[in-house]
């Protein structure tokens, strides 16, 4: 066996082909993108009525406040819009994408060291020879296990660490990238829309409706089974093909860089290390201890009657994800032979690879920005909830949720849609005679599916910006598990409306 020492510094050689890189060509395009939607956002500033609804204490709209606001009370030149992310640190929302950005870096830096090490390597090495005879077992599996984490627990963002591993797996296991993207994050974001006890949405909602918590668990279980079926057999079937032939993916080309890091011969030289297993051990504990800290999270919140604390615990497993995470990564790396100076510089060297999503997530928060200052979203809800009276309880059921897809493309935040559609929703729904539980079931499901969809989604920019896909491959991709998945959506809305749910 090679002296560890002497593993490491070999792997050091190659410290251009380690940790995350993100590829230029789908890095501009999707800035691109996300450049032309903000300025779409500008746009709608100038030919949208300005307006606004009052708000009570808790920044709830008040039904029926609409009123029409002035040029000269708004007062936002359209030249602004290109300060947008800039200005974005200006306001509350600042300690989101610092959050975010801070979250980011921190990842990056950790993969770095954890690839570096072998901690990786290890931990794919180890998972391929338990499940080489049973890999759809693992991928259901996996699935399963990702759907939960947010469907019972809210997470979200934090698990696009997930990524990178799962990757790592579908390719040793003779799938492509896409595959390991759809049982990570698609799977998080689905167990997400079809929540059970998820405190950013179901919680939520019940509470604002004035629900028992957590009631009407059994269709809401219903809709989970549903969706894990859809997914699992989507990728299933894809697998089954790039099996058969891999060079049909999409991505075929830039999965070349990933295999050669991941599964040549002389990347698993660093496997020879002794230490792998105890660093890798040190690795795994951090991670359960993420695990564990979000359950406590969980359950506190459900005690803690002022909603201002509820809501700070509720950022907990983020940040715990991000300073174990970081930890342990950094510990293990330690532990495997990276040490002092060199782990410093490591980690730096793995910040510099993911810095170019840090003006991505500004993008992104920059167009909230600008529809806000602009004042239109509260038009656009007007306008909208006027449009909605008279339908039948379903038709005017299906227009709520795709009200709320239409606003998730410029609002991501579930909260923040629910502070201002809720109060509007809630006496129509009633006068409409839909049951809120239903209403609660089509807001959950319309917040919850686009997050994987919309290029304004941070969870999916970051996704596809980890295993270097573009995002029209995306959409090439993942199209055919939409259509089921919105066709199902809409058949609970409408069994929920006729059962009386």
């Known amino acids: 066996m090679k002296d560890n020492k002497e593993i490491i510094e070999q792997e050091e050689k190659k410290s251009d082909s380690s940790g995350i890189q993100l590829n230029k060509k789908t890095l501009f395009g999707i800035t691109a993108l996300l450049l032309a939607i903000m300025i779409f956002a500008g746009v709608l500033t100038r030919v949208v009525p300005h307006g606004a609804y009052d708000k009570d204490a808790n920044g709830a709209i008040i039904a029926g406040s609409y009123h029409e606001v002035s040029d000269d009370e708004v007062n936002y030149p359209f030249w602004r819009v290109f300060i947008a992310p800039l200005e974005v640190f200006t306001t509350s929302d600042s300690a989101i994408g610092i959050g975010i950005i801070a979250f980011i870096i921190l990842v990056g830096g950790t993969f770095f ?5 072998g901690v990786l390597k290890y931990i794919l090495q180890q998972t391929v020879n338990k499940f080489s005879d049973k890999k759809y077992l693992l991928m259901a599996l996996i699935i399963l296990i990702c759907m939960c984490l947010s469907s019972v627990m809210g997470m979200l963002e934090e698990c696009v ?16 990238s896409l595959v390991g993207l759809g049982f990570s994050s698609m799977a998080i974001v689905f167990g997400y829309a079809a929540a059970t006890f998820n405190p950013f949405n179901v919680v939520l909602i019940q509470s604002m409706a004035g629900l028992p918590l957590f009631s009407g668990l059994g269709f ?3 809709v989970f089974i549903a969706t894990y079926l859809i997914l699992f057999t989507f990728l299933f079937l894809y697998a089954k093909k790039i099996e058969k032939n891999p060079q049909k993916s999409l991505c075929y080309e830039t999965d070349k860089a990933l295999r050669e890091k991941y599964l040549s011969e002389e990347s698993e030289k660093v496997l020879d290390n002794p230490m792998l297993p105890k660093a890798t051990k040190t690795f795994v504990m951090s991670i359960s201890g993420v695990v564990v800290l979000t359950i ?16 700070i615990v509720s950022y907990t497993p983020l940040i715990a994800m991000a300073v174990l995470f970081t930890f342990g ?10 040490k002092g100076k060199k782990l410093l510089n490591g980690f730096m060297e793995g910040v510099k690879t993911i810095l170019p999503c840090v003006p991505l997530i500004l993008f992104i928060l920059g167009i909230t920005y600008i529809l806000n200052k602009g004042m239109i979203i509260d038009t656009i809800l007007y306008y909208i909830y006027e449009a909605i009276k008279g339908f039948s309880p379903t038709q005017s059921l299906l227009m709520i949720t795709a009200v709320v897809i239409i606003i998730e493309f410029f609002v991501g935040s579930g909260t923040a849609k629910a502070f201002l559609l809720m109060p509007l929703i809630l006496p129509l729904v009633d006068l409409l005679g839909i049951t809120r539980q239903s209403l609660t079931l089509a807001f959950t499901m319309g917040d919850g599916y686009c997050n994987i969809l919309y290029p304004t989604s941070a969870m999916l ?5 980890l295993i270097n896909v573009s995002y029209t491959k995306f959409i090439r991709w993942s199209w055919k598990v939409f259509i089921p998945i919105f066709a199902t959506m809409a058949g609970f809305i409408w ?3 006729k059962i009386g749910y």
């Open 461 to 465: 920019i970051l996704s596809i910006g």
């Open 220 to 222: 809401r279980v219903l």
């Open 161 to 176: 660490t997930l990524v990178p591993l799962a990757c790592a797996i579908s390719l040793a296991l003779g799938w492509d």
């Open 113 to 117: 060291i954890l690839e570096k090490s």
């Open 296 to 311: 406590i999270s969980f359950i506190a919140q459900r005690f803690i009657p002022n909603p201002d604390i509820a809501s």
């Open 329 to 338: 990564g950094l510990r293990a790396g330690s532990i495997a032979g990276i």
């Open 495 to 497: 069994l929920a409306v």
